[in-house]
């Protein structure tokens, strides 16, 4: 997973904290969301992502794929989510 | 994406989690500038190795390090400062300059702007060409600053321009604010002075004449730029951003912060994880409270005080001493507005 250039982000206290630089913007992520962050990122997941929701967090894959692509946003490179 | 967030939000998390969350590297301490008020000791020559620098930031990353500042003397006498940078934003940090800025190129300040670092910090002293040489010690400093100004307005680089206000530049901050507000930059000035690195006390030579600082401290109550009165809570810790910041120097000196330069670890003894972790003079330092300022319990300009551990060190090698220079401020602020308020 390659994430876009422009992106910062760091975890403190299990929250994720992602800092758009060229648009001056934060995004703060908690719960299912950090965590699905953090599997695409440091994890390299891209379809295992999705099953490991679906066991950990209770959730059906219809819901996953959506909180995962709004967290994306444009903040992963475009391959990527054409990968998917 | 939300607007409500702030990068404060991250560093009380921060605080909370006592975890490293801002790293200062001084990447050297060569500089090609001898500014009069500066806390380095201008006779020293280190560089820390390229290798050195990546594995801090590889180490920072898995801490949890979010910000890197790196720092001089000046980073661009570094030929790799740009791969350095690169390193960093590769790691998803974000990173801040601080930098004189004179040897600033069109093609540096280019790759700079696909990097998109958080800021360019420079110092500029006065637009007077004059004053600004005098205190740089180089003939021309304020033509090559202000070229590179233009590179970073440009390329759109995040600048913040340092005013740091002596008794020779006292009054010129006005004019260079008004400069900052015209091109886009942040301008932030400030009449602190600190004692040199290795307790040298030249740099206090320079602090501004009492008229110089009740006319700043005006000013910037005048812009909403003073938040005194505070509140001096006995129970708070001195200084919240020893919770979350630590800077390294040239030599491999593990610091509590940029300006607090009581060594608790040096990294080429120990990893800057065993330091943050384990050093007992960081815990200690970290572990203030108010309660421990001796001299400030009782003083009536505590609440006009922004007393600082570092400089009070600086000035005494102790930490928890009344600061000279910080009561000198808070003696002005209270002259000028301490009737006003009812404390």
């Known amino acids: ?84 | 994406m939300s607007n409500s967030v702030d990068i404060s939000s991250f560093y009380n998390e921060a605080f909370k989690a006592r975890q490293l969350g801002s790293l200062t590297i001084e990447v050297t301490s060569s500089c090609n500038f001898l500014c009069r008020h500066c806390y380095v000791d201008q006779s020293s020559n280190n560089f820390l190795e390229y290798e050195t620098i990546i594995g801090i930031i590889d180490e920072a990353r898995d801490l949890g390090v979010l910000d890197i500042l790196f720092t001089g003397g000046e980073i661009l006498l570094r030929d790799d400062i740009l791969e350095i940078v690169t390193y960093a934003r590769e790691k998803h940090i974000r990173v801040s300059l601080m930098s004189n800025s004179s040897l600033l190129t069109e093609d540096f300040v280019k790759s700079l702007s696909n990097l998109y670092i958080s800021e360019f910090s420079t110092t500029l002293f006065s637009l007077d060409n004059e004053k600004n040489d005098f205190i740089t010690r180089s003939r021309g400093s304020t033509h090559k600053i202000m070229k590179s100004l233009e590179l970073l307005e440009k390329y759109k680089i995040p600048t913040r321009v340092k005013v740091p206000l002596l008794n020779i530049n006292g009054d010129d901050y006005s004019l260079i604010e008004e400069y900052c507000n015209q091109h886009g930059f942040t301008c932030a000035s400030s009449p602190v002075i600190f004692p040199r690195k290795d307790k040298g006390v030249e740099p206090l030579e320079h602090l501004t004449t009492n008229e110089q600082l009740s006319r700043i401290i005006t000013s910037f109550r005048e812009k909403d730029n003073d938040s005194f009165p505070i509140v001096f809570n006995k129970k708070e810790r001195i200084c919240k951003s020893l919770q979350y910041s630590l800077a390294i120097d040239s030599s491999g000196k593990v610091f509590p912060c940029n300006s607090f330069f009581y060594e608790v670890g040096n990294i080429f003894n120990d990893s800057l994880k065993n330091i943050w972790l384990e050093s007992s003079k960081l815990r200690e330092v970290q572990d203030m409270t108010n309660e421990q300022l001796n001299d400030c319990n009782d003083c009536i300009y505590n609440v006009w005080c922004s007393f600082c551990p570092g400089i009070s060190f600086g000035e005494n090698n102790s930490f928890l001493k009344c600061s000279f220079s910080a009561k000198r401020i808070a003696e002005v602020r209270y002259k000028c507005f301490g009737k006003e308020v009812n404390v």
Do not use: H, P
Request: a negative charge; proline letters at 0%; one cysteine or more.
């Open chain 1, 1 to 84: 997973m390659k994430i876009k250039e422009y992106v910062s982000w760091q975890e403190v206290n299990k929250i994720v904290f992602i800092f758009d630089e060229r648009n001056n913007d934060i995004l703060k992520l908690e719960g299912l969301s950090a965590d699905i962050w953090k599997k695409c990122v440091c994890e390299n997941l891209s379809e295992e992502y999705l099953s490991y929701i679906e066991e950990n967090f209770n959730v059906s894959r219809f819901e996953a794929t959506q909180d995962k692509n709004d967290i994306i946003n444009d903040l992963f490179t475009k391959e990527i989510i054409d990968n998917e």
